[in-house]
T-cell receptor, first 114, second 112 residues
Framework: EAQVTQNPRYLITVTGKKLTVTCSQNMNHEYMSWYRQDPGLGLRQIYYSMNVEVTDKGDVPEGYKVSRKEKRNFPLILESPSPNQTSLYFC?????????????FGPGTRLTVT | EDQVTQSPEALRLQEGESSSLNCSYTVSGLRGLFWYRQDPGKGPEFLFTLYSAGEEKEKERLKATLTKKESFLHITAPKPEDSATYLCAVQAMNTGFQKLVFGTGTRLLVSP
């Protein structure tokens, strides 16, 4: 089954404790992206990757890092989480062959930073 | 700046009561407009892509239409299982490859 998986699904942590949210897709997609979803603000892009070793900032990259060492994986790293990073995070992927093609989203990771 | 505004924020319908959701957009050259459905606790699920004014697409009880300034998602004779948040997103010609700008969504509740 074609899917995007994220782990963990739920995470409660404390300010300053480094964490990583993993994202993996099994569709051989080149493009992967991270979004955060906050009430009243909609989905906002954090980082995206066009392919292995190619990443770039989205609209709200501050406080986040990413890496793309393998095509299937695109982890999101919070080096020193703060309470304003409490949010619902989604990873998405799609093929590069047409920019208009739909993106497939993961199930989400609900992060709480206290 | 590219912008997407969805209305209403929330909509409550009786089963079988048809209605429309609105997505107004401002973008410097539209590459595509996307509709997604999002169930509570889940990721957005793709519904439609519209590329040019006048285009229409249908899927079961849903029909999406596009003009130069807005898109409508028409729901005909909805059922309770159509309850979800419906998200609209645009992709502009002059922005990064595959970059989507999302609206905040319309929460639809269909009562039996």
């Amino acid at each position: 089954e074609a899917q995007v998986t994220q782990n963990p699904r739920y995470l409660i942590t404390v300010t300053g404790k480094k964490l990583t949210v993993t994202c993996s897709q099994n569709m051989n997609h080149e493009y992967m992206s991270w979004y955060r979803q906050d009430p009243g603000l909609g989905l906002r892009q954090i980082y995206y990757s066009m392919n292995v070793e190619v990443t770039d900032k989205g609209d709200v990259p501050e406080g986040y890092k990413v890496s793309r060492k393998e095509k299937r994986n695109f982890p999101l790293i919070l080096e020193s989480p703060s309470p304003n990073q409490t949010s619902l995070y989604f990873c998405a992927s799609s093929s590069n062959r047409d920019p208009r093609i739909e993106q497939y989203f993961g199930p989400g990771t609900r992060l709480t930073v206290t | 700046e590219d912008q997407v505004t969805q209305s209403p924020e929330a909509l409550r319908l009786q089963e079988g009561e048809s209605s429309s959701l609105n997505c107004s957009y401002t973008v410097s050259g539209l590459r595509g407009l996307f509709w997604y459905r999002q169930d509570p606790g889940k990721g957005p699920e793709f519904l439609f892509t519209l590329y040019s004014a006048g285009e229409e697409k249908e899927k079961e009880r849903l029909k999406a239409t596009l003009t130069k300034k807005e898109s409508f998602l028409h729901i005909t004779a909805p059922k309770p299982e159509d309850s979800a948040t419906y998200l609209c997103a645009v992709q502009a010609m002059n922005t990064g490859f595959q970059k989507l700008v999302f609206g905040t969504g319309t929460r639809l509740l269909v009562s039996p």
